[in-house]
């Protein structure tokens, strides 16, 4: 019983041999997810208005633009989760960046933070668990405590701070 391949609504490129190369499939999903309203993820993406840069619908342009896997476990990861897919915003990650990478959960607009009832929390996923950051009167509160966690644990430059308004 064999897999079928839905053609996608837009134009693609390529050339001959292509679709063997090890990153077509990254590459094919990454389409499916923002242009096939079919595809299971496309809600997450093109239904919120996530696209491909057209340069990247020529699957050479982007084996060029991104190169080669730096290892077998790396996955695709766009640094801004709001952002398109297009070179300045995307990048190879470990499961455990992709992961710390999320969208926001829950009623907070503020990565890592969450609601229980009444109570405000804040957490930390790490790559085998998740630390408990305390409660906190307010979101901001907490966006900022899991601000400090994070670099604290991944450094500074982690990709993944809330950006939490001055008072």
């Known amino acids: ?58 699957f050479g342009t982007f ?29 190879w990650a470990t499961p455990s960046q992709n992961r710390r990478n999320r969208r926001p959960y829950g009623k907070s607009k503020y990565r890592g933070v969450c609601y229980l009832g009444k109570y405000i929390y804040a957490r930390l996923y790490l790559s085998t668990e998740c630390k408990f950051l305390g409660y906190f009167p307010t979101e901001e509160e907490a966006a900022l405590a899991f601000n400090k966690a994070a670099i604290e644990y991944f450094g500074e430059d982690c990709g993944m701070l809330n950006e939490v308004p001055e008072k």
């Open 1 to 58: 019983m064999g897999t079928r391949r839905r053609k996608l609504e837009i134009e693609t490129t390529g050339f001959p041999g292509m679709s063997k190369h090890p990153l077509y499939l990254v590459w094919y999903n990454m389409l499916r997810r923002c242009y096939d309203k079919q595809n299971s993820y496309y809600r997450g993406y093109g239904g919120r208005g996530i696209r491909v840069c057209p340069q990247w619908f020529d």
């Open 63 to 91: 084996l060029r633009d991104m190169g080669e896997k730096p290892g077998p476990d790396y996955e695709l990861d766009r640094k801004d989760n709001n952002g398109n897919y297009e070179p300045e915003n995307v990048r």
